[in-house]
């Protein structure tokens, strides 16, 4: 096989550095004019995306890397005690490798189910199951999320637990609810 040799600046562009990431938390907030503080609910503190596939579509699809169909890759950073909300993706396998800190993987429609990661534990979580982490340690902690489309459409629809909006209606008025519903969130994980 003959082999072939980048040039560095081809390499460069295969290259994404963490300390130029920027979260898509707060820009994405802002692009569909909602208030961070209810984007932190459904997510990580901060969310850092490394790659996508280059026609992914969804928050990700910024990413200083475009790689192949088939997978995404974040760092997922969440302070002390703190983690998204309950949460279904439907139409991918999501991964998680402990970078730092110590996770607590809780799955089920009720929490019922839970293991902890420590750094460089990992454990894939299949589509349809709800899911949230949360960092348990005193310290910052971050995950490698690897996300695969099982399909070829390179998209994911995620769904949130009914509570999460009732937390989040309680906290923010029920108007925001609506907001997030009519710009494509789902709060309807664990419902028929």
């Given at each position: 096989m003959?082999t ?15 300390g130029?990431l920027k979260?898509?938390?707060k820009?994405?907030?802002?692009s569909?004019g909602?208030?961070e ?16 596939p ?6 990700s699809?910024?990413a200083p ?9 974040n760092?997922a950073?969440?302070p002390p005690k703190?983690?998204?909300?309950l949460h279904v ?10 970078l730092?800190?110590?996770f ?6 009720d ?5 902890t990661l420590?750094?460089?534990d990992f ?15 005193d ?8 996300i695969q489309?099982?399909?070829?459409e ?8 009914p509570?999460?909006?009732d ?12 907001k ?6 789902h709060?309807?994980a664990?419902?028929?």
């Amino acid at each position: 096989m003959k082999t072939i040799t980048p040039s560095v600046e081809e390499m460069e562009a295969r290259l994404a550095r963490f300390g130029d990431l920027k979260p898509y938390g707060k820009d994405f907030a802002d692009s569909i004019g909602v208030p961070e503080a209810v984007f932190k609910q459904l997510t990580a503190d901060k969310v850092y995306t490394i790659m996508t596939p280059a026609n992914y579509q969804g928050r990700s699809k910024n990413a200083p890397v475009k790689g192949v169909a088939g997978a995404v890759v974040n760092i997922a950073e969440c302070p002390p005690k703190n983690g998204p909300g309950l949460h279904v993706h439907e139409q991918t396998v999501e991964n998680f490798f402990c970078l730092s800190g110590s996770f607590d993987i809780i799955w089920g429609d009720d929490e019922e189910h839970s293991l902890t990661l420590e750094p460089l534990d990992f454990i894939s979580i299949p589509p349809g199951v709800a899911r949230r982490f949360y960092n348990k340690s005193d310290e910052i902690g971050r995950l490698l999320v690897i996300i695969q489309p099982v399909n070829e459409e390179q998209k994911d629809r995620v769904a949130y637990a009914p509570r999460v909006a009732d937390d989040m209606a309680s906290t923010f008025g029920p108007a925001i609810i609506e907001k997030l519903e009519t710009i494509g969130f789902h709060f309807d994980a664990g419902q028929e």
